[in-house]
């Protein structure tokens, strides 16, 4: 079932798509759409097994080609840790991104602080080391589960 929500990111990752000329094939678009819907972070297997129902001979390469898609747009982010992926909540600009991931539910919270990301890249710089993109991830138990460890 399709959210106005998720209706709503879908209608505007198109809009993006548009503009920038990529191409948000059908497999693309319901791999967003998945994850639209998806409270917290998600495994390709488990993404695949969801996107055999709309695309019943969807293949392991089909979600890693829609992944990468999806990533370059700056749609999706990749969470290395845990090997899966969230929709980026504001994915209309490409950002540093920081990420609260809770390692009972699984749920992720996406930040933004210009702070770290200007640490982080002093201290860097002082090392002579340029950084092109960061992402941090730190693990721990969100609001939720800690109400109710
Ligand atoms: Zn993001
Ligand atoms: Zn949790």
Request: net charge neutral.
């Amino acid at each position: 079932m399709t959210t106005p929500e998720t209706q709503r990111l879908i209608n505007k990752a198109e809009k993006l798509c548009e503009q920038r000329g990529a191409r948000l094939t059908p497999a693309r678009r319901e791999v967003f759409e998945i994850l639209a819907g998806q409270d917290g972070a998600i495994g390709a297997y488990d993404l695949l097994d969801k996107l055999k129902g709309a695309v019943p001979n969807a293949k392991p390469p089909t979600i890693y080609r829609a992944l990468d898609f999806l990533q370059e747009q700056g749609f999706v982010h990749k969470i290395s840790s845990s090997n899966s992926y969230v929709l980026c909540s504001h994915f209309d600009h490409h950002h540093p991104v920081q990420m609260l991931i809770c390692e009972r539910c699984g749920s992720v919270q996406e930040i933004q602080s210009d702070g770290v990301y200007d640490a982080l890249r002093k201290q860097a710089q002082s090392h002579g080391f340029t950084v092109a993109s960061q992402t941090i991830e730190a693990h721990g138990l969100c609001h939720h589960c800690q109400a109710n460890a």
